[in-house]
């Protein structure tokens, strides 16, 4: 089947079976590598990618549901050679061990501090419950999301501005 | 893990929609969310030849209120219900059971009628709607039915839907009166299927006394089971506590929960007294 999909703000047109499930068509057909698959089974969030927006698990959507629709990627987050406050913060962090389950715990995160700008510990525990990593545990990573929402909510403010925003109350 | 090969079609109206199932018959399946159906093909339990997306049909879109009911279409997503302030002073147990369902992108996936037909005596929503009494929408060949919620999960996995039909909405009586809810479950780890879940819904009269009262348990039985009696000897009671705990120690006999790998039934019999009796508590604290 014929579908025209734009990622990262690139339209393609492809001919796809219907069963290709959305993160094959992203990895195999547009060698877009970043999101990867893990379980495969809808449980550890590592191919998680934006679809109009929204996190959703790319192995538990077929590439035919994306036709039309805007799908974001972890490739997609930089801009003129500069990573996204979400990258910068996952190295800044220490975020990661092996990188697996990383891709989608930035895209899943990603879409968690535009619904939530300055999530507490808890709100981001409770939002990347579907993300699973299995080296480093989730201290540093809960640590990066929240440091990356300051400096996102800081750029809303103030697009020259880089530095951090400190909440207040807690 | 690859799905077996289908033809996939793309409605854009329900007439459409119904004359594919009329077409195509047991073959076929509709994919809405696809959270419980893309999985199951994968691991092919389920090997439909042809899969109707239902995902473009515009009228089975969002929720509105009408005639007394909340309306929520086949497309509303566990995700719209969980974050809608709208609906969170009347219909407060829609994003309390919502925020319980498998994690965020799925539940941005997942609607809330592909669960009900779905039918897992499992599932988080069958219990909510038993507790709403809710009703099911059904649009076939010969025009548009309602299905009571309890006669509408028939067995595990089996609907009253016919194989021509679809569930186009699902319809909550809007509350008369101060509502108030609670999703009590239990789960080995985040996001997963519940041990035990409980829904609670409770409309408190003026007089203090409950005007309208649900109770919905889920994995307690082939279906999603109401706890009726627990239901009749709250009705028309102040929500004291002599009468939350009769009302708890009823609703544990109404249980018929399987022993598995989660857990006895004799130990999740005992979770369903424990989660009616603190819901119910809490309940009573926010309508005092």
Redesign the interface.
């Known amino acids: 089947?014929q579908i025209r999909v734009t990622v990262n703000g690139r339209v393609y047109e492809s001919d796809v079976?219907?069963?290709t499930?959305l993160v094959?068509y992203l990895r195999e057909h547009l060698r877009l590598t970043g999101a990867h698959v893990g379980c495969?089974?809808?449980t550890c969030?590592a191919c998680?990618v934006l679809?109009n927006g929204?996190?959703?698990?790319s192995?538990?959507?077929?590439a035919?549901?994306a036709?039309g629709q805007e799908i974001l990627t972890v490739e997609g987050l930089e801009r003129d050679g500069e990573l996204h406050p979400l990258q910068k913060a996952f190295w800044e962090e220490h975020a990661l061990q092996c990188g697996y389950c990383t891709p989608g715990m930035i895209m899943?995160a990603c879409?968690?501090l535009e619904?939530n700008p300055l999530p507490t510990e808890e709100e981001v525990r409770?939002?990347?419950?579907?993300?699973v990593c299995r080296c480093t545990g989730y201290v540093n990573i809960v640590k990066a999301i929240q440091s990356a929402g300051r400096v996102l909510a800081a750029q809303k403010m103030d697009p020259h501005n880089q530095s951090e925003v400190v909440p207040s109350g807690n | 893990?690859?799905?077996?090969?289908?033809?996939?079609f793309?409605p854009t109206s329900v007439d459409e929609t119904i004359a594919l199932l009329q077409k195509h018959g047991y073959d076929a399946k509709i994919?809405a969310g696809?959270?419980s159906l893309?999985?199951m093909m994968?691991l092919r339990v389920a090997m439909p030849s042809v899969?109707i997306?239902i995902?473009h049909v515009d009228d089975l879109r969002g929720w509105r209120e009408e005639n007394g009911y909340l309306r929520i279409g086949a497309l509303t997503r566990h995700?719209d219900l969980e974050?809608e302030r709208n609906l969170m002073d009347r219909y407060p147990l829609l994003s309390k059971t919502a925020?319980w369902i498998?994690?965020?992108?799925?539940r941005?996936?997942g609607t809330i009628c592909g669960s009900l037909v779905h039918a897992d005596p499992g599932s988080d929503w069958g219990a909510a709607m038993i507790a709403l009494h809710a009703d099911v929408e059904i649009i076939g060949p010969s025009g548009v039915r309602r299905v009571f919620i309890d006669d509408f999960f028939v067995d595990t996995f089996t609907t009253a839907l016919e194989v021509d039909e679809i569930a186009s909405a699902v319809l909550i009586p809007s509350p008369i009166g101060r509502a108030a809810a609670r999703y009590m479950k239990l789960e080995r780890k985040?996001?997963d299927f519940a041990i035990v879940g409980v829904a609670l819904h409770v409309v408190k009269a003026n007089d203090g006394t409950i005007l309208d009262v649900g109770i919905g348990l889920s994995a307690c039985g082939d279906v999603p089971v109401r706890a009726k009696k627990a239901e009749e000897w709250l009705l028309g009671r102040p929500l004291d506590q002599e009468t939350i705990n009769q009302a708890s120690l009823l609703a544990q006999e109404e249980a018929n929960p399987a022993t598995d790998l989660r857990g006895s039934a004799e130990y999740k019999k005992d979770l369903v007294r424990v989660f009616v009796k603190r819901g119910l508590e809490e309940i009573a604290e926010e309508l005092r």
Do not use: H, W
Request: net charge neutral.
């Open positions: 089947m079976e219907p069963r499930l094959y495969d089974t809808t969030g998680t679809l929204k996190a959703v698990k192995c538990t959507v077929l035919v549901q036709n899943t879409e968690l619904r409770k939002g990347i419950s579907g993300n | 893990m690859i799905p077996n090969a289908f033809d996939y793309s994919l696809g959270q893309l999985p994968k899969l997306d995902n995700a974050n925020e498998a994690d965020v992108p799925v941005n996936r985040a996001g």
